[in-house]
Structures are given as structure tokens and as C-alpha cells.
């Protein structure tokens, strides 16, 4: 049977372009459809924007320390207006990169929503059809919100991006990667934060001690951290909910709370009035804004997928085997709709494996194991292989942990405090995890990460000479476990 396409994507983010891209500049005809911004959530409303407010955020804490080192610096206002504006204006640019790369290499895009028809039709929102040998879905995940009244009062990260003005106080709900990022971002930027998170510890799944650190220095940094801790209830702020108001969040940052529909731009969730919010610890307190950050679902709804005998899993996942294939031969899916590691890296990767599989002629499974990852807290988190907890459950394992004050922050009298920590077995004295909590631990983790990945001992780092002076050189000088567990 002749195929209008060998390949056609549904979705143009990072894993689908890669995909698409890939496989057309190996010669195969290539279709992609995307009904929203090219780029997906990691370019749009993602690690790109999120890690621009991270920079932003951190310029807060320059002058005091710069003041330490002679400087004569004091901070100023932040003018949201002039940064949104210059983010937008980026995400602009990355958007046109995305579609030109997809242009230049050959693929066809639509503008236009998919559906599938059958194991090899797709048929787009414009009206058109078009068959293909393969059908790759790529279509990511969105932030979802818990299912109580009232929760569409809360903004979700995607909505973080489109604010015309910043709130003075938010309660962000969630203990995960997005809500401790953007607890940090928003702090850094003059926002009020309140977060709660439900379990004993933000960042769960991580290693104890190093998320211990994260925790105690974002309360440091005042972001009101109350664990244990949920949204009971929440109503839009009126004569009948008078609880104390949150939003003591610097004028001079802010301008007037969020919460009207003429502070938002267009496109952007209108998250109301301000917020009144009742706590599993009884407290009432009105914020101007409230933001779930309570995890993502994959987007699979209303693509005909289940129709066409695409097996779905519990949490709307597209199940998938190791070459990414789907329960229909034809149909194979990758990144965050598959459920499984859900970054953007991972997606890539998992989209040049499907390709080398179907197009190369050589199946290759996806490597999902010791991923090196950074979670962008304020301090940073580089992290790689097991957490101690982890390991201990596995093996006897011994620890090696430092956590110091780095001479940049003990000249300016600062108490942040960065950790370094090594998780190796016992048997076969492998590093079997690293931990970095400090500046600049995402582009640690990365080169730690090599040595990991090609099975590094211990006595490895040992042999290593220290990098001086340097934070991380205590990676390779730490000589006796702190504990064997
Ligand atoms: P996560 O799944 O990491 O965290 C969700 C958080 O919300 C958890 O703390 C969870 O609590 C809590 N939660 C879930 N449901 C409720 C509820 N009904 N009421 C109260 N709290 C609730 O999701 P995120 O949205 O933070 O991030 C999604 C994924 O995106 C991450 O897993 C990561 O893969 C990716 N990501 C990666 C980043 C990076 O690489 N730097 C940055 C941002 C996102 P509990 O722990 O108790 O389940």
C-alpha cells in the first residue's frame, strides 16, 4: 500500500522535531502536526522560560554580596513589564528556529490539531488526511490541577509565563520540581511565597539529605515552607472569607496584585480575584494568587488513540515497549505522553532511538538508566543514580557527604551551605549515586554523570587531583565514609 508519508509526528516539541528531523534528513518523507507552538512545552512553557526567571530571580541576592566585596551596589525595582516582554520577544525567536529546522530539512508541518482514524490515518482539524507507514505521537503532558471546588482559581505553570503583572503573595501548592523551581523564582523576583506541600519532605524520591539542605535554605531565603501541610479549601476572597491577607510582597518589585482579567494577557487563564484558602492545619489566609504545581498528566484525550487500539495506562499514559512501540504496530510514542522520565533530554533521546529502530534498521531499546538531572531550587540541585535511601534498600552501600559554607558565601558572611555526596557499594566499590547541592550543580552533574555512566569507583575520583580552589573538589578529597549503611 502507498503511504501519503512514511513518517507523520503529532506533536512539535522536542522530542517529535528531533524525530521528524532526523528521519527526513535520512530520506524519509516526513509529516509533523502541531496545534500549539512549536517547541512544546520545554521551549514555550518549560525548562526555557523557567531557567530565564532563574536567572532574573538570582540577580535579588548580587548586592549584598557584592557589597561584601567592596561594591557599592543596592537593588533596584524589577520591571516584570521589560522582562516578559524580552522573554517573549526569545521564545519568539526559539519558536521560528524550531519551525525552520523542521522547513530546512524537508519535513511538511501543519498548524493543526490530529486525530487518529486508523492504525495508519491521521486526520487534522483543518479537514485533511493523510495516511503514513508510521505515526509517532509526541504530543507531551500538561499541568493538571486537584480535583476539589474551585480549584480553576489556581494558576498552573503554564500561566506562570502570560502574567501581565506579578502577584504580591501566591501560595503554591506541590513539593515537586515545578513547585520548588518556581518557590524560588518567585521569591527571588519580590513575590510573597507560601508553599505547602503534603508529605514530610519537599522533592520527593530524591536523596534525603540533599533535599534536607534544599528545604532549610529556600525557608532561609523566606519562602514560608509548610510541610505536612495542604489546600483544604478555596473561595474567591469576599466579605465571608476575612482571613489575613498574605500579599506584604515588596511595592516596589510588584505594582498591584494579579487577579483581574485586564492583568492578564491574552490567552492567559483568568485567575480571578484573590484567593481565599483554608489549610489542612486549619489557618486561613487570602493570596493574591494560588498555583498548582501538583504534577503533569500526558495529553491523550480526544486523539482517537483507544479507538485504533492504542493501549492507554492508568494515568492516560500510551504504553509503549522499549523501542517505543505502542500496542499497534504502526504507532509508536515518546516523551512525557509515555509516562516515563519525563525530561526533555530523555525525550530527544528516546526520538533518535525510534528513529535509528524504524528507519536505520537497528533496534535500539532507550537507555533509561543513571540519567543525570538538575533541579533548578535556589541552591541548585545536580543529582545522578541512587539516593542513599535508594541504595541502602539494594546493597550495603558506603557514604561519603560534605556540606560546607563556600568561601564566596563565608567572605560575604552568608550562611548558604552547599552538600556534596557520594552513595558507593560496598562489594564493588562503584559510585552508585551523586548529589550536589550548590551553584552551579546542573553543569557539575553533567560531567560527574560521564564518569558514573562508565561505571566509576570510588578509588576512581580518588585518583583524580583536585581542582583548586573549587567547591567541587571535595568530589574527589573526601577519604572516610560518614556512615556504611
Ligand atoms: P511532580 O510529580 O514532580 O510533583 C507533583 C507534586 O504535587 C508532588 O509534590 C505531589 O505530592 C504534589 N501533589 C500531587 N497531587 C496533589 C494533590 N492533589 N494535592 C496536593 N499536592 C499534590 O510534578 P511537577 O509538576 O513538579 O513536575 C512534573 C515533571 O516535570 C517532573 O516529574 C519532571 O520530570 C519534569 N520537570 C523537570 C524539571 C527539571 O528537569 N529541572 C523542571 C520541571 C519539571 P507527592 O510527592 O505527595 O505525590
Given at each position: 500500500m502507498?503511504?501519503d ?48 526567571m532563574v ?14 566585596y ?43 490539531r ?23 505521537v509526541?504530543?507531551g503532558g ?58 514530610a ?25 509548610h ?50 484558602v ?9 493570596f ?16 482517537g ?11 492516560g ?8 512501540q ?6 509508536y ?5 509515555t509516562?516515563?522520565?519525563a ?31 538538575a ?9 545522578v ?56 550543580a ?22 583524580t ?11 574527589v ?7 556504611t549503611?
Amino acid at each position: 500500500m502507498a503511504f501519503d508519508y512514511d513518517l507523520f509526528v503529532i506533536g512539535g516539541g522536542s522530542g517529535g522535531v528531533r524525530a521528524a528531523r532526523v528521519a527526513a534528513s535520512g530520506g524519509a518523507k516526513v509529516a509533523l502536526a502541531e496545534e500549539d507552538r512549536y517547541g512544546g512545552t520545554c521551549v514555550i512553557r518549560g525548562c526555557v522560560p523557567k531557567k530565564l526567571m532563574v536567572f532574573a530571580s538570582e540577580f535579588a541576592g548580587t548586592p549584598d554580596q557584592a557589597r561584601a566585596y567592596g561594591w557599592d551596589l543596592s537593588l533596584g525595582a524589577f520591571d516584570w513589564t521589560a522582562f516578559s516582554g524580552q522573554l517573549n520577544t526569545e521564545l519568539d525567536r526559539l519558536e521560528e528556529v524550531y519551525r525552520n529546522l523542521l522547513k530546512n530539512s524537508g519535513v511538511d508541518s501543519f498548524d493543526a490539531r490530529a486525530r487518529l482514524t486508523d492504525a495508519h490515518t491521521v486526520e487534522l482539524s483543518t479537514g485533511k488526511s493523510f495516511t503514513a507507514k508510521h505515526i509517532l505521537v509526541a504530543t507531551g503532558g500538561h499541568p493538571v490541577r486537584p480535583d476539589m471546588p474551585n480549584a480553576h482559581l489556581g494558576m498552573v505553570s503554564d500561566d506562570i509565563f502570560k502574567l501581565k503583572k506579578l502577584p504580591k503573595s501566591v501560595l503554591i501548592v506541590g513539593g515537586g520540581y515545578i513547585a520548588c523551581e518556581f518557590a524560588g523564582i518567585l521569591n527571588g523576583l519580590g513575590v510573597n511565597v507560601t508553599q505547602y506541600y503534603r508529605g514530610a519532605q519537599i522533592l520527593r524520591g530524591f536523596d534525603d539529605e540533599a533535599r534536607g539542605l534544599i528545604a532549610e535554605s529556600m525557608q532561609e531565603k523566606g519562602i514560608d515552607l509548610h510541610l505536612g501541610t495542604n489546600i483544604l479549601e478555596m473561595a474567591p476572597a469576599s466579605a465571608d472569607h476575612s482571613a489575613s491577607h498574605a500579599g506584604t510582597g515588596s511595592d516596589a518589585a510588584m505594582g498591584a496584585p494579579v487577579g483581574t482579567t485586564q492583568d492578564l494577557l491574552p490567552g492567559a487563564e483568568d485567575t480571578g480575584e484573590p484567593v481565599w484558602v483554608k489549610a489542612t492545619n486549619g489557618s486561613e489566609n487570602v493570596f493574591d494568587a494560588v498555583f498548582f504545581a501538583t504534577g503533569r498528566d500526558p495529553n491523550t484525550a480526544d486523539m482517537g488513540l483507544e479507538e485504533v487500539g492504542v493501549k492507554i495506562g492508568r494515568r492516560g499514559e500510551i504504553v509503549v515497549d522499549e523501542y517505543s512501540q505502542s500496542s499497534v504496530p504502526s504507532i509508536y510514542a515518546i516523551g512525557d505522553v509515555t509516562n516515563r522520565v519525563a525530561l526533555t533530554p530523555v525525550a530527544i533521546r528516546e526520538g533518535m532511538a525510534f528513529v535509528e529502530t524504524v528507519f536505520n534498521g537497528n533496534p535500539t531499546p532507550v537507555d533509561h538508566e543513571l540519567i543525570p538531572t538538575a533541579i533548578f531550587t535556589q541552591p541548585e540541585m545536580g543529582t545522578v543514580g541512587m539516593s542513599e535511601e535508594e541504595a541502602r534498600e539494594q546493597e550495603p552501600v558506603e557514604i561519603y557527604c560534605t556540606s560546607f559554607r563556600p568561601m564566596k558565601s563565608a567572605f560575604a558572611n552568608q550562611p548558604d551551605r552547599v552538600l556534596f555526596k557520594l552513595v558507593v557499594s560496598k562489594a564493588t566499590r562503584k559510585v552508585l549515586g551523586c548529589h550536589m547541592v550548590a551553584p552551579g550543580a546542573g553543569e557539575m552533574i553533567q560531567l560527574a554523570g560521564i564518569a558514573i555512566k562508565m561505571g566509576a569507583t570510588k578509588e576512581d575520583f580518588d585518583r583524580t587531583v583536585a581542582v583548586h580552589p573549587t567547591m567541587s573538589e571535595e568530589i574527589v578529597t573526601m577519604r572516610e565514609p560518614i556512615r556504611t549503611a
